[in-house]
């Protein structure tokens, strides 16, 4: 009998980039290829993927990838990743209707059109190779939400996705607890649990509290409303649609994503907006301002997004004014608090009245609280857990509840990306570290994870360019002519009285020496004047702003 690897490559110490991969028998199933978005630091870049070097060095074994729901931290690297694994190998493609749906549109921008993309239902059970795989119906915070079973000789994996207990969910049944418990009753082996809100006391608020606090909320609204939330939230789509009916408000989407996301949603049935209530966004001026409803992306302040650019005036359709209500019902991921909180604060200098999930219970989590986490154990009663989704306290949170409810410490494996944990015969161990970490996505193209690029970004974002251009003979290798400056973004370099003729001074006597030196290719040239005017700089403004020469020989 082989040995189960389970082999985290995102999720792990992070809030984002869900993907695990778990191989059988020299055979792997991968679940979720989720991204992360940029942190401050991170300039230029567009979103973060995990490392996929391991799946493409074994894309002829992989047997298929199974999506546990459709939100972008576990489908949203699925297009960068086939891209990779196209010339090599294809895989077919698992989720629910929903989820299928969305992989599908994501597919279709990247002309990715002939991956296999197959819709599951939940308990449909399908052999991938060594494994039987099944769907287990969740709730969290958009509809197809499952767990996945994973069955081997070995015994059976459990990956929760993201879930919560929720009792009244607004779009179907609650989570299927009679199958949970099933599979707790034949003996689970190892479950990968989600750690989210492993920080949180007691059970999460059902969704269904949200509704009836929106339209409250939206009653107390004199002006234009404008709601932001996670363009994936199709229940959140529902109940704000279902208070500006109340209300008689028209309503109006704003943002790429949230608009093909409710295309999808209704096309499926999940979302009902009544006929003639909705409005395009380049209508909402045309209407009087307290029959407007707005629901638009950036929840998470992100930089190009709808609100983020309505905040800074720069939309081309929806312009701010004094007396628009803006109701953030969204929480920030953490590590986003910041963006959120600038654009708030852009919101107030506009004369916008904010409502935040602090004033009014306007969301609620998808994931569950510690009792929940409780629950689900207890209801598995795994002979392993690894927690999964989420940072290193909550991790170390969710560890601590499975030995509250009774599950050994030895049994409980704090793992990290990279680490495999190997279960056979010996019992279970962590095998050697694996390649993992992040690559990057600039524009289209994406980056390795040393990539260079972002250390220049982050000198040039603090400390601003030089660039000095140098005429030389070609002959003697001597200055011909004045050497041109140009600096951008240099701190207080116009305050350096006479910095620019010392540069030029420093110029010519690099060249001088270089020219007694006997230095006369252009290579070499440039790195000896590079050096010398780096450490000049330095020590006049104490600063180290990237330095470009450019000799030129006539």
Same mark, same amino acid.
């Given at each position: 009998?082989?040995?189960?690897?389970?082999?985290?490559?995102?999720?792990?110490?992070?809030?984002?980039?869900?993907?695990?991969?778990?191989?059988?028998?020299?055979?792997?199933?991968?679940?979720?290829?989720?991204?992360?978005?940029?942190?401050?630091?991170?300039?230029?870049?567009?979103? !973060?993927?995990?490392?996929?070097?391991?799946?493409?060095?074994?894309?002829?074994?992989?047997?298929?990838?199974?999506?546990?729901?459709?939100?972008?931290?576990?489908?949203?690297?699925?297009?960068?990743?086939?891209?990779?694994?196209?010339?090599?190998?294809?895989? *077919?493609?698992? #989720?629910?209707?929903?989820?299928?749906?969305?992989?599908?549109?994501?597919?279709? =921008?990247?002309?990715?059109?002939?991956?296999?993309?197959?819709?599951?239902? *939940?308990?449909?059970?399908?052999?991938?190779? *060594?494994?039987?795989? =099944?769907?287990?119906?969740?709730?969290?915070?958009? *509809?197809?939400?499952?767990?996945?079973?994973?069955?081997?000789?070995?015994?059976? !994996?459990?990956?929760? #996705?993201?879930?919560?207990?929720?009792?009244?969910?607004?779009?179907?049944?609650?989570?299927?607890?009679?199958?949970?418990?099933?599979? +707790?009753?034949?003996?689970?082996?190892?479950?990968? +649990?989600?750690?989210?809100?492993?920080?949180?006391?007691?059970?999460?608020?059902?969704?269904?509290?949200?509704?009836?606090?929106?339209?409250?909320?939206?009653?107390?609204?004199?002006?234009?409303?404008?709601?932001?939330?996670?363009?994936?939230?199709?229940?959140?789509?529902?109940? !704000?649609?279902?208070?500006?009916?109340?209300?008689?408000?028209?309503?109006?989407?704003?943002?790429?994503?949230?608009?093909?996301?409710?295309?999808?949603?209704?096309?499926?049935?999940?979302?009902?907006?009544?006929? $003639?209530?909705?409005? +395009?966004?380049? =209508?909402?001026?045309?209407?009087?301002?307290?029959?407007?409803?707005?629901?638009?992306? $950036?929840?998470?302040?992100?930089?190009?997004?709808?609100?983020?650019?309505?905040?800074?005036?720069?939309?081309?359709?929806?312009?701010?004014?004094?007396?628009?209500?803006?109701?953030?019902?969204?929480?920030?991921?953490?590590?986003?608090?910041?963006?959120?909180?600038?654009?708030?604060?852009?919101?107030?200098?506009?004369?916008?009245?904010?409502?935040?999930?602090?004033?009014?219970?306007?969301?609620?989590?998808?994931?569950?609280?510690?009792?929940?986490?409780?629950?689900?154990?207890?209801?598995?009663?795994?002979?392993?857990?690894?927690?999964?989704?989420?940072?290193?306290?909550?991790?170390?949170?969710?560890?601590?509840?499975?030995?509250? !409810?009774?599950?050994?410490?030895?049994?409980?494996?704090?793992?990290?990306?990279?680490?495999?944990?190997?279960?056979?015969?010996?019992?279970?161990?962590?095998?050697?570290?694996?390649?993992?970490?992040?690559?990057?996505?600039?524009?289209?193209?994406?980056?390795?994870?040393?990539?260079?690029?972002?250390?220049?970004?982050?000198?040039?974002?603090?400390?601003?360019?030089?660039?000095?251009?140098?005429?030389?003979?070609?002959?003697?290798?001597?200055?011909?002519?004045?050497?041109?400056?140009?600096?951008?973004?240099?701190?207080?370099?116009?305050?350096?009285?006479?910095?620019?003729?010392?540069?030029?001074?420093?110029?010519?006597?690099?060249? =001088?020496?270089?020219?007694?030196? #006997?230095?006369?290719?252009?290579?070499?040239?440039?790195?000896?004047?590079?050096?010398?005017?780096?450490?000049?700089?330095?020590?006049?403004?104490?600063?180290?702003?990237?330095?470009?020469?450019?000799?030129?020989?006539?």
């Amino acid at each position: 009998m082989n040995a189960l690897r389970v082999l985290p490559l995102g999720g792990l110490g992070e809030i984002g980039k869900n993907l695990t991969v778990l191989e059988f028998g020299d055979r792997v199933v991968v679940v979720d290829t989720g991204l992360r978005f940029p942190t401050a630091e991170m300039l230029g870049i567009d979103l !973060v993927l995990p490392d996929f070097t391991f799946l493409r060095e074994r894309a002829a074994e992989i047997e298929g990838i199974v999506i546990t729901h459709g939100h972008e931290d576990h489908l949203g690297a699925l297009p960068w990743i086939l891209r990779e694994l196209a010339p090599l190998h294809l895989p *077919p493609v698992y #989720g629910g209707r929903l989820t299928g749906a969305m992989a599908r549109s994501k597919l279709d =921008e990247h002309r990715l059109r002939d991956v296999p993309v197959i819709d599951l239902d *939940p308990a449909t059970r399908v052999a991938l190779g *060594p494994f039987t795989v =099944e769907l287990v119906h969740m709730t969290h915070s958009i *509809p197809d939400s499952c767990a996945v079973s994973l069955t081997t000789e070995v015994g059976t !994996v459990l990956v929760t #996705g993201d879930y919560k207990f929720d009792q009244t969910p607004v779009d179907g049944p609650p989570a299927d607890v009679s199958r949970l418990a099933e599979l +707790g009753r034949q003996g689970l082996l190892l479950l990968l +649990g989600d750690s989210t809100n492993a920080n949180r006391p007691g059970f999460s608020p059902s969704e269904r509290i949200v509704g009836p606090e929106l339209e409250r909320v939206f009653a107390r609204a004199e002006g234009r409303i404008i709601v932001t939330s996670f363009a994936s939230n199709i229940h959140r789509v529902q109940q !704000v649609v279902d208070a500006a009916a109340a209300l008689q408000r028209k309503v109006a989407l704003v943002g790429r994503s949230m608009r093909k996301n409710v295309g999808i949603g209704r096309s499926l049935g999940h979302i009902q907006i009544p006929e $003639g209530m909705m409005i +395009g966004a380049h =209508e909402v001026e045309d209407w009087p301002d307290d029959k407007v409803v707005v629901i638009s992306t $950036g929840s998470q302040g992100e930089p190009l997004s709808a609100l983020r650019r309505m905040a800074y005036n720069d939309h081309p359709q929806v312009k701010l004014r004094a007396g628009d209500t803006v109701v953030f019902s969204a929480t920030p991921i953490p590590g986003n608090e910041r963006a959120v909180g600038e654009t708030v604060d852009r919101l107030y200098h506009l004369g916008c009245h904010v409502v935040t999930p602090a004033e009014a219970m306007i969301h609620a989590s998808g994931h569950g609280h510690q009792e929940e986490l409780k629950l689900m154990l207890n209801l598995l009663k795994p002979r392993y857990v690894m927690p999964v989704h989420g940072d290193y306290k909550r991790l170390h949170l969710h560890a601590e509840l499975a030995g509250a !409810v009774g599950i050994p410490p030895e049994r409980v494996f704090r793992a990290e990306n990279g680490l495999p944990l190997e279960i056979g015969r010996f019992g279970a161990r962590f095998g050697d570290p694996q390649r993992s970490g992040m690559v990057f996505v600039d524009g289209v193209d994406i980056g390795d994870p040393a990539d260079v690029a972002l250390r220049d970004r982050r000198m040039l974002s603090a400390d601003g360019i030089f660039i000095v251009v140098a005429t030389i003979s070609e002959q003697t290798g001597e200055s011909v002519a004045p050497t041109e400056v140009i600096f951008r973004g240099v701190p207080f370099a116009d305050q350096a009285d006479g910095l620019v003729e010392e540069i030029r001074g420093e110029v010519e006597r690099s060249l =001088e020496s270089a020219a007694r030196d #006997g230095v006369r290719e252009i290579d070499m040239l440039q790195q000896e004047l590079h050096d010398d005017l780096a450490a000049f700089v330095y020590e006049r403004l104490r600063r180290r702003p990237m330095v470009l020469p450019v000799v030129v020989e006539v």
